[in-house]
């Protein structure tokens, strides 16, 4: 009897031993919570929303397309959109598009990303407000379409993007339009070339540079 009690003693220490704390119930429990916690931080606040203004709401019919709407969203810094929300254009609808473009890459005429808005103003904020970094475009070239009946788009607003020389931008709030075929989504497009358009202001004086500064 002595010897049994004994056993069972030392059995019951090495079950203690064999149940790990990262096994029990409680501890899982906490891991799991933690793992949510740090996934939930890492998410990027975007800019704007998906509420289409009334001029558009009443030309776009909303759609559900998964697979569209991951090939239109991009990491942080790396451009494309933050968020977005399938669409696809009514009948008997006119739709105008614009897209800034590369003349020295002709097949970037019809790339993916457009806007609602004719560029005006500075390039630089053009630029920011649609995240373009200087080495994808020089945006030396401008071609207005309009979409075709039917066609499935993603709107959005703008996933920042990381440019050379440690320029970055952050998201933006502004609509963008992404046409993963462009070619066979638009019609009726016109061509306008780049031309100078200095502004009044200037930003330094001829003395100023002359001082170097």
């Known amino acids: 009897m002595k010897y049994l009690i004994t056993s069972l003693f ?20 906490k891991n799991k919570q933690s793992v949510t916690e740090v996934q939930s931080d890492d998410i990027i606040q975007c800019a704007g929303n998906l509420e289409l203004p009334t001029e558009l709401a009443d030309k776009f019919e909303p759609l559900e397309d998964a697979a ?35 003349s020295s890459k002709s097949y970037t005429k019809m790339g993916k990303w457009w806007a609602f808005n004719i560029p005006q103003g500075k390039v630089s904020k053009y630029r920011k ?13 401008l071609v207005r379409c309009t979409l075709k009946a039917d066609a499935k788009v993603v709107i959005g607003t703008g996933q920042s993007a990381e440019c050379l020389a440690e320029v970055i931008y952050p998201v933006s709030a502004k609509r963008q339009i992404y046409i993963n075929d462009a070619t066979n989504l638009v019609a009726d497009c016109t061509t306008y070339e780049r031309a100078f358009a200095w502004s009044d202001s ?12």
């Open 10 to 29: 030392i059995l019951s220490l090495y079950g203690c031993a064999g149940v790990s704390v990262k096994d029990s119930p409680k501890e899982n429990e």
């Open 129 to 141: 407000d649609y995240e373009i970094c200087f080495e994808w475009s020089p945006l030396d070239q």
């Open 202 to 213: 200037p930003i330094t004086t001829d003395q100023e540079i002359s001082n170097g500064e």
């Open 68 to 102: 569209l709407l991951k090939e239109s969203i991009g990491k942080p810094e790396k451009g494309s959109l933050c968020q977005g929300k399938v669409y696809q254009t009514k009948e008997n609808t006119h739709i105008t598009v614009y897209r800034a473009w590369n």
